[in-house]
């Protein structure tokens, strides 16, 4: 039988750098009328979170990301996720999807209007290559393989 260990003694045992303060960040981005924005909102060295804009279009081809759970969360438009096997789901606001490291996906705007996710990744490890492609190798996020197209922004129109 194994001794307990109080959850108290488990604290005391850690430390605590008491500079650390909270990052506050605001659900805003510029909406697109071609392409696609990536921002990241707030970070640390094990989570971010960031919004994304896409106009239509999307992360077109299939891809993994070794090292990251990540999660997207539709706050507005419609998004179509895909997986190796085909079609995953529909997803619209207020809808969500966890991908586990490792999953391979990709999706693609499909609404009437532009779609707006935020992001939350978290890893615990940094490996050189984050995102891989089917054949294992590294894909960039704005890469012609990954058909990345900048974003085009509609004056005066943001999601808030």
């Known amino acids: ?4 260990i109080s959850l108290n003694t488990k604290l005391q045992n850690q430390s605590v750098d008491n500079s650390i303060e909270p990052q506050l960040f605001r659900l805003r981005t510029q909406l697109l009328s071609k392409g696609r924005s990536d921002y990241t909102l707030a970070s640390t060295d094990l989570m971010s979170i960031r ?3 896409y106009a239509k279009g999307g992360e077109n081809v299939l891809h993994a990301h070794p090292a990251e759970d990540h999660a997207f969360v539709i706050l507005a438009g419609a ?3 895909s997986g190796k096997e085909g079609e995953v789901a529909m997803l619209t606001r207020n809808q969500g999807i966890l991908l586990p490291k490792g999953c391979y996906y990709k999706f693609e705007s499909c609404g009437d209007e532009p779609l707006v996710m935020l992001r939350v990744g978290a890893q ?6 984050n995102r891989i492609g089917l054949n294992g190798k590294s ?3 704005k890469s012609k393989e990954n058909k990345h ?3 085009v922004p509609i004056e005066g129109f943001y999601y808030e």
Not at 1 to 4: I, S, V
Not at 124 to 129: G, R, S, T, V
């Open 1 to 4: 039988m194994q001794p307990q």
């Open 51 to 53: 919004i994304k804009c």
């Open 79 to 81: 998004a179509k996720f």
């Open 124 to 129: 615990k490890e940094n490996l050189e290559i």
């Open 139 to 141: 894909l960039p996020g």
């Open 149 to 151: 197209e900048d974003g």
